[in-house]
């Protein structure tokens, strides 16, 4: 069968996305069955609102002195924050919060996976239906935004920020083995394979890569996705209503990462710890947000993940890793609820968020945008260039079960290696398709 694609020119840190997200599939398909009140807000009125933030450290840190700023300038429209509810997820919370109708009138922790459902619920305002809401968004976010658009076309979510997930590489690891820990061989297939080889062959780590093993839907944003982006140049895991993986493209993917799988470049049983910090693998899958979780711990290097004919970096797509915010519809004081959000995505708040953080804004030309942060922290500049090449999680119904079909699928053929990868994909897209349909 000929396949083919359509090509489009802190705390510590994995435990940070994963330790969220670890029920979520779960929970965000039990909580389909509910349905909230509806809109309790209006789009004119004003007053006082409340916010929940992530209660990452430095987050909570941007949070409070955005709405420091905003309490000092507005105070008949005053702003009460509290990090997010503890549970079990994020996801969990934030849908048991809309079903009871008392969802906040912002969340800045909303993942895009989580929309649709959210959306189904009827807890999202529509940003589209503000007279200035598309202009807005599109103006902040350029091209980009437009993968945060739902099927109908409009926002449910204002896209915040994003963590472009790269290839970190031990340089210490890598001269150790006798390979260029500047100018690592990483670009195509067949040098990352047999620069991972030599890794493991010269014995200074175990593995040479070791991606989380694991079932859950989300894992494969960190294996499959930056790869699949860079291979495709930017596509998307399902355009148009249809899967895209399971093309020639997709199946390329696959088998790479069956050969890493097979050659034990990469372990096949969850390791508790990061093996990157902990030296047990030369090579990880992370964000911007790994720079100062492993600053001082590994003398690292990052580069974009490989595809199978290479390409330079400045035209190499990756995983977004975005977290955004929703405006609710719990919410009563909406119009206030509208100017905190653009306030708090302002050029100047993007940029407290940038310095605070690390963590890269959904704004178009970054690098130019704040050129003195990045002049001043080299570190982070690859993830700013980054930042303008990436590819999010479509905006679908059933969202986190077309993933977890998806991974499914991924674990028994291609970390456990049985069948046939276009056979396993060809069967997992008609899932995808069965489930995105309902």
Known sequence: MQRSIRHKNTSRQTRRLLAAAATSAAMIVALGACSSGGNSGSATERGD??????????????????????????????????????????????????????????????????????????????????EDGDSYIEERTGDLAEQYQSEDGKFYQMPWKSNPVMLFYNKDLFAAAGLDPENPALAT?????????????????????????????????????????????????????????????????????????????????????????????????????????????????????????????????????????????ACKNQATAWDVLKFATSEEQDGQLLELTGQMPLRQDLPEVYPDYFAANPAYEQFGDQASRTVEVPQVPNSVAAWQAFRDAWTKNVISGEGDVADAFDAAADKVHELIAE
Do not use: H
């Open 49 to 130: 609102i409340t916010i929940w933030y992530s209660n990452n450290e430095n987050e909570v840190k941007w949070g409070k002195q955005m709405v420091e700023a905003w309490n000092a300038d507005n105070p008949d429209e005053q702003v009460k924050a509290q990090e997010i509810p503890a549970g079990k997820s994020s996801e969990e919370v934030i849908g048991a919060a809309i079903t009871a109708g008392n969802a906040p009138c912002l969340i800045f922790n909303t993942a895009p996976v989580a929309v649709p459902q959210f959306q189904k619920q009827g807890g999202l305002v529509d940003l589209s239906s503000f």
């Open 189 to 329: 297939y067949d040098e990352f394979l047999a620069t991972a080889r030599t890794l493991v062959s010269a014995g200074v780590s175990q593995y040479a890569i070791n991606p989380s093993a694991t079932s859950e839907f989300f894992q494969s944003w960190f294996d499959f996705y930056p790869v699949y982006a860079a291979e495709t140049g930017g596509t998307l895991f399902i355009e148009n209503g249809e899967a895209t993986f399971n093309s020639d493209e997709g199946v390329a993917v696959g088998e790479f990462w069956k050969t890493v799988y097979a050659e034990n470049l990469a372990g096949k049983e969850k390791y508790t710890g990061d093996s990157f910090a902990d030296g047990v693998a030369a090579m990880a899958s992370a964000g911007p947000w790994a720079v100062s979780v492993y600053d001082g711990v590994v003398n690292w290097g990052a580069v974009p993940f490989p595809s199978s004919a290479g390409s330079t970096a400045e035209d190499t797509y990756t995983f977004s890793d975005a977290k955004n915010v929703g405006l609710f519809t």
